[in-house]
């Protein structure tokens, strides 16, 4: 589909209405790995219905603030992870494992006790519905957990080997992407922040994971790696410890955070050829920016990466924040685009 230059996108998440899941408690606890149905306010024979209203709402209000790029808001999920993962043949839903979450903590995770597999299709009728409520003629983009980072989300009681693990991840994702192209989505995107935490380990095994999940792959891809939610990791590093190994991908779009971090922006040149989803919200924090303040901060990316191959983008999801703040960052986020797409015209 057509898109304008320096088109606009979430990287995935929308705030959740607070009558749709409780949300001090999932702001009080690491994001779940395992299923926590208690988080959601609504009885569960209504859930699907409220699901989709609320999926309604977020799609309606990406449009309302100018998005070029549409997602589902992940409206139906407790965490960017736990409902794909969870869906999974090979894993004990009754008896979960522990694993260290990226800050160090141990949380209940997945436990693996045999061949992971898909099912079925999880998301399928996600991207229709998208496909069904968006303006025609928008782009739409949907999200899945990457299999590095399920891997790291996992307590591995049958493979004994991190590596097939993670390949074996990697072919649930990509029977998955296959059918989520084949449903409508423009773009599917994985979800690999632990890329990231932990860059050992991805330099090892991940990136062949990665391959595995993208193999044979037609439609246009991306990967969001970051420091971590906002909310919950507050100190964020100068610089990735895990980004120039990805310039050989065969990802098209990596989403890049700049705007907490005040990012050093000429490490995109180590990425020549990619589209770099360009972070520019800070959401470590709920005042508004200013389109002027947004445009200022896709000016520093200019140099260092021609415009064409720039997606405007928050640092991460807005699951977090509340849903006045997360419109009007959004908001922000897509007239200062158009105040840097005016100067190049």
């Not at 229709?128 to 739409?140: D, N, V």
């Not at 991190?162 to 990509?174: Q, R």
């Not at 360009?278 to 200019?302: C, F, N, Q, W, Y």
């Not at 006045?324 to 922000?332: L, N, S, W």
């Amino acid at each position: 589909m057509a898109l304008p230059l320096l088109p606009t996108a979430l990287v995935g998440s929308y705030a959740q209405p607070e009558w749709l899941i409780d949300r001090k408690k999932l702001a009080g606890c690491f994001p779940p790995r395992t299923r926590q149905k208690e988080l959601w306010r609504i009885p569960e024979e209504f859930l699907e219905e409220a699901w989709d209203d609320a999926t309604i709402y977020a799609i309606h209000e990406q449009e309302r603030a100018g998005l070029d790029i549409i997602t589902d808001g992940e409206m139906r999920r407790e965490s960017y992870s736990n409902r794909f993962a969870t869906a999974l043949s090979g894993v004990d839903m009754d008896n979960h494992g522990t694993a260290l979450d990226r800050s160090g903590e141990p949380v209940p995770v997945p436990r693996v006790v045999g061949e992971i597999s898909r099912r079925h299709a999880v998301q399928v009728r996600d991207v229709e519905f998208l496909r069904t409520h968006a303006s025609p003629g928008k782009a739409i983009k949907i999200t899945v957990p990457g299999p590095f980072t399920m891997s790291q989300q996992a307590q591995d009681d049958y493979y004994g080997d991190p590596e097939a693990l993670a390949l074996a991840y990697a072919g649930a994702v990509n029977a998955e992407i296959r059918d989520l192209f084949a449903a409508g989505a423009d773009v599917v995107q994985l979800d690999e922040p632990y890329m990231q935490a932990r860059p050992d380990k991805a330099r090892a095994y991940g990136l062949k994971a990665l391959a595995r999940a993208l193999q044979g792959i037609e439609g246009t891809t991306a990967l969001h790696i970051c420091f971590g939610y906002a909310h919950l990791i507050h100190e964020r590093p100068e610089g990735y410890s895990f980004l120039p190994e990805l310039a050989a991908s065969e990802v098209q779009q990596i989403s890049i955070e700049t705007a907490q971090s005040k990012l050093d922006t000429s490490v995109l040149e180590k990425l020549p050829g990619k589209t770099i989803i360009l972070g520019v919200l800070d959401l470590s924090t709920h005042e508004v920016e200013k389109p002027d303040e947004v445009a200022a901060r896709i000016r520093r990316a200019l140099p260092h990466v021609p415009a064409e191959r720039v997606i405007v983008a928050p640092d991460c999801g807005l699951k977090y924040l509340p849903r006045d703040v997360a419109f009007g960052k959004m908001r922000a986020m897509a007239e200062g685009a158009a105040i840097v797409r005016a100067e190049l015209a």
